[in-house]
């Protein structure tokens, strides 16, 4: 290749006169272990990729992603979970020295100074060694960090509540006859932010509160457990006259519905029935 030699020209390029194999250069810090990118090293990632495509659509088929309920905006009792990959920096929030007024260092200080030091670990440790055991440096910041994420995401999936997590995404039927949100008792309710924190919105009910018209009590009923409370329910708990709870009690006791349109559906059907009457007469 020197002066020319070994070289032709055809037209005004030169080109090697013999092919030569595609065989990289034998450098002399890894002799006989280097290998051309293409076609040798690139189709053998190739290869791995789509043996690791194939594993994902075949757990995607065997256990696909499970569906909740339709997201509710003003249940504040729901009781969110990340994705797995993000566990660790949930467990992380969790912890005092993370949370409350030092949130700041639970999701901004301690990962970035955890992924500050990987990326600068190349930088700590030049030395051309490949063995762990020769790189202390690199091999330490790796096995703090896969120890640190490792343990941060097995005390999340342990301590997570997954029968609550359950309960609160199942998806549920709706009640048959929609909430009527014109009526005076669902005004009522919308201003009680209680009620709302609890049961939802809709009234269908969170993981802090069950759904409010799946027992068949009476107004009277109502009443007495919103003064008084039951269960993890406290008392005290509304906030206003006591026309405005006899309102809101009757509405709930009529699942979600207007008492005084349910009382004149009735009495027009009592009608409908006495001119049916009168006319087979």
Known sequence: MHRGKGMKF????????????????????????????????L?????VGAVFLVGYLV???????PLERVADPTDSGYIPLPDWYFLFLYQLLKYEFAAGPYTVMGAVV???IAFGALLLAPWLDKGSERRPLKRPI??????????SVFFLTWESVDQHDWEAAAEQGEITDDVDMEVDESAEGY??????????GCHGGDMLGGSSGPNMFESDYDTEEVIEIITNGKGAMPAGQFEGSEEELETLAAFIANDGQSADGGDAEAEEDGSEEEAEEATEE
């Not at 189709?43 to 290869?47: A, G, I, Q, T």
């Not at 690199?138 to 120890?147: Q, W």
């Open 59 to 65: 757990l995607t088929v065997a256990h696909p992603a």
């Open 110 to 112: 301690i990962p970035g």
């Open 187 to 196: 005004q009522i309710f919308e201003s009680q932010d209680s009620c709302i």
């Open 10 to 41: 055809v037209g005004d390029s030169r080109v090697p006169a013999e092919k030569k194999p595609n065989i990289p250069k034998d450098y002399s810090e890894y002799p006989g272990k280097t290998e051309a990118f293409w076609p040798n090293f």
């Open 43 to 47: 189709l053998r990632e190739w290869m």
């Open 138 to 147: 690199a091999t330490s910041l790796m096995l703090l960090g896969f120890v």
